[in-house]
């Protein structure tokens, strides 16, 4: 699939214990740091359509299995807006790691 700027891709799977997970990814303009085999996103990740963090990455596009839906598309936006500048999914990934390692202290 070829990535269109402004465009929404998603994509599923479904886990071992039967919960889905998607990925709804909003395709952002490119930056000169951004990697040629990659594209640079906004993306939601939802399981079993409940949302979990919206965050940036950057995508190889491979990983766009299909278009994203217009409900999806709509609860992007609305989950989107008003977020301001967004976390990269690395940095969700510290702070859960630090939350948990604080939580085992406690």
């Known amino acids: 699939m070829i990535e269109v700027e402004?465009?929404?891709?998603?994509?599923?799977h479904f886990r071992e214990d039967g919960a889905k997970e998607t990925n709804i990814i909003l395709v952002l303009p490119r930056k000169e740091t951004t990697p040629k085999l990659q594209t640079r996103t906004e993306t939601m990740w939802l399981i079993d359509g409940n949302i979990q963090c919206i965050y940036e990455n950057?995508?190889?596009?491979?990983?766009?299995?299909?278009?994203?839906?217009?409900?999806?598309?709509a609860l992007f936006k609305k989950a989107r807006s008003g977020l301001g500048k967004l976390k990269t999914f690395g940095q969700i990934i510290v702070e859960e790691v630090h939350l948990k390692h604080q939580g085992g202290r406690g």
Request: negative net charge; hydrophobic residues 35%; glycine residues 4%.
């Open 6 to 12: 402004g465009e929404f891709y998603a994509n599923d």
């Open 58 to 73: 950057n995508w190889i596009s491979d990983f766009f299995k299909r278009e994203a839906t217009e409900e999806e598309i």
